[in-house]
């Protein structure tokens, strides 16, 4: 069994910081790719970033220069840092996690959610 747990949501006004934290725990191998996904009410759910284990990272383009994405693999931990928040950020955040077990490689994992609230 493979667990991620997501934290650091919350509500902040427009130009605010949050953090947001994902750890994955369980019987692991190993990690690979580690992302964080976006679903806003009544939108399809929506890439905000991803990072390999080497470090390599991707953006979307609506959160280059504001969002950075930052992996600590002896954690087995992804962290999202999200500066000059605008209210469109506002959504469901979910981690995924690529992760080989004792008897699924490269499986995805997901996280519970944890809600950001961009508004004055």
């Known amino acids: 069994q493979v667990q991620l747990v997501e934290s650091g949501g919350g509500l902040v006004q427009p130009g605010g910081s949050l953090r947001l934290s994902c750890a994955a725990s369980g019987s692991i191998v190993s990690v690979h790719v580690m992302g964080w996904y976006r679903q806003a009410p009544g939108k399809q759910r929506e890439l905000v970033a991803t990072?390999?284990?080497?470090?390599?990272?991707n953006y979307a383009d609506s959160v280059k220069g504001r969002f950075t994405i930052s992996r600590d693999n002896a954690k087995n931990t992804v962290y999202l840092q999200m500066n000059s928040l605008k209210p469109e950020d506002t959504a469901v955040y979910y981690c995924?996690?690529?992760?080989?077990?004792?008897?699924?490689?490269?499986?995805?994992?997901w996280g519970q959610g944890t809600q950001v609230t961009v508004s004055s």
């Open positions: 995924k996690a690529v992760i080989t077990t004792w008897d699924r490689i490269g499986y995805d994992y």
């Open positions: 990072i390999t284990s080497g470090g390599s990272t």
